[in-house]
């Protein structure tokens, strides 16, 4: 069958198309899974090739398949699954694979970060992210700088005057409380300095379906793969995406060092699940905006933190530009504090309490308790994490049945 060429195809046919020959899998609709850890050399000059471009002492040609070398560096597996990253992120050039979203983080700031630099970050942020800046990287010299999600303002001043900037970190929304940051603004007022530090966003939560940052001016996008690109609870992994290839040339001889591939195994059940990511997500988000907006008028609750939900202006504004859909996760700020959120948690029937999100089915945590306990009382105040604060992940369920389990698990509260 002739191949059309990729860029004519739209990303839901590309992400079912790229990447894999079946001619090289004996035929095989879906790809083999390549558990070889070391490759055999079509001659001694092709191995020599191979490690002239792996060291960066060549470039490579257009359309040059170098020989694969050891799995450490590359495998089959992953190169079918970055393959079919790119389409999904608009914007994207080129990806890589991780076995961990902390992997992914760790690597782009390593690659890119020196002792006497700085970086920008917003928070609050995943707490691995915040340990990894503030007990690993500032002992080694590196200056992190947090600045609260959302304040436009401060985060272009803290851009404007950070010492030897070169990464600004952004997660937007901000876990639990889903206040968005702007990345746009971000990118212009990283764009006035020179040199211009890298704006990196974590896109875990709206990505790849929902939010563009590449499109916005961002360099690099950061996945926990774990989390929707996955989908279904059942393994760990993490990705990086950039318009610039050579960003990512550059984080993989890191990768390589670090030895933080994803394995064969994972490669190949994450390929299997990018088909779906758009379709389970915005299955999630139209459940979440239902419940949402039903649970907002109930005696028992405080507040629920979604983006249909806003009234800020500038949250408005920010979500407008660059969301196109509110998403899967909402928070609920219960009255009664944590013995109500305990209660609340301790009733679910349908929903399980569990850390993590992105999955299939409907997770429920307490952030104060459990994500979130590290915080000291000023961080709690600063990122509004509550004691009746509950974070709900919204799964595929039929959105009434969840509903129902809400509304009994509050009655009981
Ligand atoms: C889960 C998560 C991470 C960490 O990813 P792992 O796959 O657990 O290493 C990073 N950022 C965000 C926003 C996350 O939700």
């Known amino acids: 069958m002739p191949e059309k060429p990729s860029s004519v195809l739209r990303p839901p046919t590309q992400v079912l198309t790229r990447g894999f020959d079946p001619s090289l899998s004996v035929g095989s609709a879906r790809p083999a899974v390549f558990r070889s850890s070391t490759y055999v050399f079509s001659s001694p000059e092709a191995a ?29 597996n992953a190169e079918i699954l970055e393959d079919r990253l790119v389409p999904l992120e608009t914007g994207a050039q080129a990806a890589l694979v991780f076995n961990s979203g902390m992997a992914a983080i760790m690597t782009a700031l390593l690659t890119f ?11 609050p942020i995943y707490g691995g992210t915040q340990h990894l800046i503030q007990d690993f990287l500032e002992p080694l010299g590196i200056a992190g700088i947090p600045v609260l999600a959302g304040q436009t303002a401060a985060i272009n001043d803290a851009i404007r005057s950070a010492k030897n900037l070169s990464v600004v ?17 971000a990118v212009e007022a990283a764009a006035q300095r020179d040199p211009r530090p890298l704006v990196m966003v974590d896109n875990t939560l709206l990505g790849p379906a929902f939010q563009h940052p590449l499109l916005l001016g961002a360099d690099i996008c ?27 040339r550059k984080m993989r001889s890191k990768r390589n060092l670090f030895g933080n591939i994803l394995q064969p195994d994972e490669c190949w059940m994450l390929d299997g699940r990018l088909p779906t990511v758009t379709l389970r997500m915005n299955r999630s988000s139209k459940n979440a905006e239902r419940i949402a907006h039903h649970l907002a008028k109930h005696p028992k609750v405080a507040r629920v933190l979604y983006p249909s939900l806003f009234t800020d202006p500038e949250q408005l504004r920010i979500t407008r530009e660059q969301c196109d859909f509110p998403g899967g996760m909402l928070s609920l700020d219960l009255k009664g504090g944590k013995a109500a959120a305990f209660e609340f948690l301790r009733n679910l029937h349908i929903a399980h309490n569990a850390v993590s999100l992105g999955g299939v089915e409907t997770l429920v945590c307490h952030p104060k308790s459990t994500t979130h306990s ?15 604060l509950v ?14 389990d809400f509304e009994q698990a509050l009655e009981l509260i």
């Not at 040059?64 to 070398?69: I, R």
């Not at 002792?115 to 928070?123: A, E, F, K, L, M």
């Not at 970190?169 to 603004?185: F, K, Q, S």
Request: zero cysteines; charged letters at 20%.
């Open 374 to 388: 590290g915080f000291t009382p000023e961080e709690f105040a600063q990122a509004g994490v509550t004691d009746g």
């Open 48 to 76: 020599e090739r191979a490690f002239d471009l792996m060291a960066g002492r060549a470039q490579p040609l257009p359309d040059e398949k170098p020989d694969l070398v050891y799995s450490r560096f590359n495998h089959p």
């Open 222 to 248: 950061l996945y926990s793969a774990t989390k929707y690109l996955s989908g279904f609870s059942d393994l760990i992994a993490g990705a990086a995406v950039a318009n610039d290839s050579q960003l990512i």
């Open 169 to 185: 970190l952004i997660e937007t929304p901000a876990n639990p409380t889903i206040i968005m940051t702007g990345i746009r603004e």
């Open 391 to 404: 974070r709900i992940s919204v799964g595929i369920e039929d959105w009434r049945d969840l509903l129902t």
């Open 113 to 123: 970060v020196r002792p006497g630099h700085s970086i920008v970050y917003t928070v």
